[in-house]
């Protein structure tokens, strides 16, 4: 019954620590590191400060033999190599291969290039700032300096997980946990422009905050004695907490954001030989927003570690899942289980509202409230109903807790069976109700065991299939990079345009292919695809908003290549297409006769994989907000790759993720029914003839050959749930994967319009339309 939980802190630690080590390797002591010095991968070298307390080089995680980390490490004699903590990656989670080296160029930047990668994969952009040296220092810090010896960039400006003794992090600027399983951290410590320090769940959760600051502060730093504050303009410490041994002689400590989302400072113990936790900012693990993940309750054992208990299960079978708590097509018999000593709160998206009542009556509010999955009644003499609609529900428990929290569950076995599904019971699908009955379970069962098992392996097929493509391409772009005449600037990979260049190889803007884009040949007639912004934005921001853009690589998105950034002028250069959009395609009767169903369904998959891999995978959370059929591109083989990702921050704009999932939605009914009048149109129609039985129906006339069946009420399913009027209900781009790839089975959704309900329509099943 209890699973221990899989990411909890202290116990998760040994093997945190010792996940990167260093096979046999030279170390150079370097007073300097002069322009030209260079590390290999295959030299197996070391710089190392000056009194040998750490060390600059290549880190291998013997779990990915071919992957290292260039980054910074403990080297203390003192310390032995497994306990040499990493305290600094460049480019945060950035890995290599082994064909990667770093060097201080000539020219005085840092460069990490990766040939296997496309060339220049991180930089510290000092390249012509009249740079001299760099220096591995003392406490550290890798510095850049000039000829005066003043510093022109810091290693401890660009924190990745770790703070040491002297570091400052200023407003804005954040440490981010490891990933875990491949998966981006969702926590993060943020120092806010209020000069308070958060840790945060995504960005909309705060599970923890350092304290109110009488007035702003702009650092936060952990001093050498053992504590950790917040500074002030004149250094003085307005907020403090100190490490159990603080003042005590400790030759090394550090603040780390662990992968359990708290935040630990730990101390070198001569005695133990070993790091030792001696302050943590959640005391109790289970306060850690989510530290159970979805449906699991965290109960903080005596040993001080949490457990991850499932309570939410609905058959006793040893192997069972954590059951979702609701049935949403379960209109019989719902019943409210009790939970005593529990909290519960929801996650996607964290929201509760509140009403003070009896616990009576919250228990019935719930039962009687459709959207509603579970409520908390806080017995503590506040009254507080606290209800949760979302199906996401995680929580903790403790003798302590005078709460009591009831789930809703549905007591009809069927609602659990596939053939509950109105469209797979009627008569007029046989391929559908002769399907053998398979195991159901809900859609927004996520994460835990199997989620991050699949997605593990399917990260790691995807890697290798991105790998190959990635490397091919890039081969053919660091080609044509050696022989361009124009000494664009490379950064991050990127090309920088002037804007006469552009006009050159666009031809004064010649052949124009859409709204603002045209056609460029590059060197050997490349074609390429220029889009002129029409943006304001100021020189740096744009730079630096490409730059992240640039750094996005996956199948199915369109690569950026380069850009132009000249007064008045913006411009980027795009991987160029040979079919053009999906949108283009589908109108022209010729083409569209070649979208043929499996097409179509892999152009499903390939918008939802890259989708997916904005919202998950990027160092930088990014969102499409404009994704359509027109920002769709096919190539020759007619695979899907979404264009103009993450342009709306060039705007400001920051959207949703449930923006994406729902113009994902109107995607896939667009594919399925080549209709694309209004949204509620076709997707109130489609539902319609899907929900009395008649899905087939929805199909575009003008595919030819089969079509899957199995594969179109997957397909409705999943674009309906995208498409619910309430987001909270929206699944994740990662379950729309799943559920297209066929490893996920999905439920029948509601309907996904807000005004009426179809109840009568579907009791009756009679045919609309
Ligand atoms: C580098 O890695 C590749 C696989 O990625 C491997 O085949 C090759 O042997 C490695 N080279 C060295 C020198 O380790
Ligand atoms: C940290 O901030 C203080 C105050 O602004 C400054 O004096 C000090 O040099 C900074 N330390 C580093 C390593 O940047």
Not at 232 to 240: H, M
Not at 248 to 266: A, I, Q, T
Not at 697 to 706: A, L, S, T
Request: charged share 20%.
């Amino acid at each position: 019954m209890l699973n221990k939980c899989i990411f909890c802190g202290s116990s998760a630690l040994p093997l945190l620590l010792c996940l990167y080590f260093v096979s046999v390797l030279l170390s150079v002591v370097v007073s300097e590191i002069v322009l030209g010095s260079k590390l290999s991968v295959t030299e197996n070298k070391l710089w190392v400060s000056s009194n040998g307390d750490f060390a600059l080089g290549y880190f291998n995680n013997p779990d990915h033999p071919n992957q290292y980390i260039l980054g910074i490490r403990f080297d203390s004699d003192s310390i032995p190599v497994d306990k040499q903590v990493i305290v600094w990656v460049a480019g945060a989670e950035l890995t290599v291969s082994n064909q990667s080296y770093f060097q201080l160029t000539q020219e005085g930047g840092l460069v990490l290039f990766d040939s296997s990668n496309g060339g220049v994969v991180w930089t510290s952009d000092t390249s012509g700032k009249s740079v001299s040296s760099a220096l591995l220092q003392d406490d550290g810090n890798l510095v850049i300096l000039d000829g005066n010896k003043d510093v022109v960039w810091q290693s401890f400006d660009t924190p990745s997980d770790t703070l040491l003794p002297g570091q400052n992090l200023s407003v804005h600027k954040m440490l981010r946990a490891q990933s875990r399983s491949s998966v981006s951290s969702y926590y993060s410590l943020y120092m806010s422009e209020l000069g308070k320090l958060e840790l945060r769940w995504e960005t909309s959760v705060i599970y923890w905050v350092s304290g109110t600051p009488s007035n702003v502060s702009l650092r936060a730093s952990l001093s050498s004695n053992g504590s950790f504050q917040l500074l002030d303009e004149r250094s003085e410490a307005f907020w403090s907490v100190f490490a159990e041994d603080h003042n005590d002689n400790v030759k090394f400590r550090f603040l780390r954001l662990d992968v359990d989302g708290n935040l630990r400072v730990y101390s070198w113990d001569e005695d133990s030989v070993s790091w030792r936790s001696v302050w943590q900012a959640v005391e109790n693990q289970c306060n850690v927003f989510a530290t159970c993940g979805d449906h699991g309750v965290c109960s903080f054992g005596k040993s001080g570690l949490a457990i991850c208990k499932c309570p939410f299960r609905l058959t006793m079978e040893s192997n069972s899942k954590c059951l979702a708590p609701f049935e949403q097509s379960c209109d019989t018999r719902v019943s409210m289980v009790g939970y005593k000593h529990t909290s519960l709160y929801g996650i996607y998206p964290p929201n509760d509202s509140v009403i003070i009542t009896s616990l009576d009556s919250c228990r019935s509010l719930c039962k009687k409230d459709p959207l509603c999955t579970a409520v908390t009644y806080l017995n503590d003499g506040t009254a507080q109903c606290r209800i949760k609609k979302t199906q996401y529900i995680t929580g903790y428990i403790d003798p302590s807790l005078s709460s009591i929290s009831f789930v809703k569950t549905c007591m009809d076995p069927l609602a659990v069976l596939p053939n509950t599904s109105p469209a797979a019971a009627s008569p007029s699908s046989p391929s559908l109700s002769s399907s053998k009955p398979k195991k159901s379970y809900r859609l927004p069962i996520r994460f835990l065991i199997d989620a991050v098992l699949f997605g593990f392996c399917a990260f790691i097929v995807l890697q290798i299939a991105v790998g190959i493509w990635v490397y091919k391409w890039r081969v053919a772009i660091v080609r044509k990079q050696a022989s361009s005449p124009y000494n664009g600037l490379i950064s991050a990979g990127l090309v920088r345009w002037t804007y006469a260049e552009i006009k050159e190889v666009t031809q004064n803007f010649k052949d124009q292919l859409g709204p603002h884009s045209f056609k460029a040949l590059l060197q050997k007639n490349q074609p390429a695809l220029v889009k002129k912004l029409d943006t304001q934005i100021e020189d740096r921001r744009f730079r630096s908003i490409v730059s992240i853009i640039g750094g996005i690589s996956h199948k199915n998105l369109v690569k950026l290549e380069g850009y132009c950034c000249e007064s008045g002028h913006r411009c980027l250069v795009y991987e160029f297409l040979k079919n053009g959009s999906l949108e283009e395609f589908m109108c022209d009767l010729e083409s569209c006769k070649r979208l043929t169903w499996r097409n179509r369904m892999l152009i499903c998959l390939g918008v939802a994989k890259a989708i997916s891999y904005l919202h998950t995978e990027c160092r930088d959370f990014v969102s499409h907000g404009n994704l359509k059929c027109g920002n769709v591109m096919l190539n020759e083989n007619l695979e899907a790759k979404v264009t103009e990702f993450g342009l709306q921050k060039l705007d400001g704009i920051d959207t949703y993720a449930e923006k994406d999932v729902e113009d994902f939605g109107k995607i896939v009914l667009y594919l399925l029914s080549g209709r694309q009048s209004s949204h509620e149109d076709v997707c109130e129609w489609s539902y319609n003839k899907w929900v009395s039985g008649y899905g087939w129906r929805v199909v575009d006339k003008r595919i030819e050959g089969e079509v899957e069946f199995e594969e179109l009420e997957r397909a409705l399913r999943i674009a309906f749930w995208c498409l619910q009027f309430d987001e909270r209900m929206r699944p994740s781009m990662g379950e729309v994967v799943n559920v297209l790839e066929g490893t996920l089975t999905v439920e029948p959704p509601p309907p996904p319009f807000h005004s009426r309900t179809l109840q009568e329509d579907r009791l009756t099943g009679a045919e609309l339309a």
